[in-house]
């Protein structure tokens, strides 16, 4: 069974930064695909990016190109996501993806 298990979010002003975590089980990890998508309220789900298994290979939205970063750590099953220069309108919740699955998201707040 797929577990995806997010982490990190919070309350922080804006310019600042967070690193997200998404701890992951119940499937080979390091051939894996993962995403980050995020859902703000009231609207649907906005992709934000994507890396390959090895890490080689990441992609990013328009939105968030710059600012934040996806990594991974293959040996702890975990994948990552740094951000950097935060906007109120970055806020909401942030769920990493594994095809269709997702894990119960982390909130993050970007307020003064």
């Known amino acids: 069974e797929v577990q995806l298990v997010e982490s990190g979010g919070g309350l922080v002003q804006p310019g600042g930064s967070l690193r997200l975590s998404c701890a992951a089980s119940?499937?080979?990890?390091?051939?894996?695909?993962m995403n980050w998508v995020r859902q703000a309220p009231g609207k649907g789900l906005e992709w934000i990016s994507r890396?390959?298994?090895?890490?080689?290979?990441?992609s990013y939205a328009e939105s968030v190109k710059g600012r934040f970063t996806i990594s991974r750590d293959n040996s702890k099953n975990t994948l990552f996501l740094q951000m950097n220069s935060l906007k109120p309108e970055d806020s909401a919740v942030y769920y990493c993806?594994?095809?269709?699955?997702r894990g119960q998201g982390t909130q993050v707040t970007v307020s003064s």
């Open positions: 119940g499937f080979t990890f390091r051939s894996s695909t």
């Open positions: 890396i390959s298994g090895g890490g080689v290979f990441t």
């Open positions: 993806t594994k095809d269709q699955n």
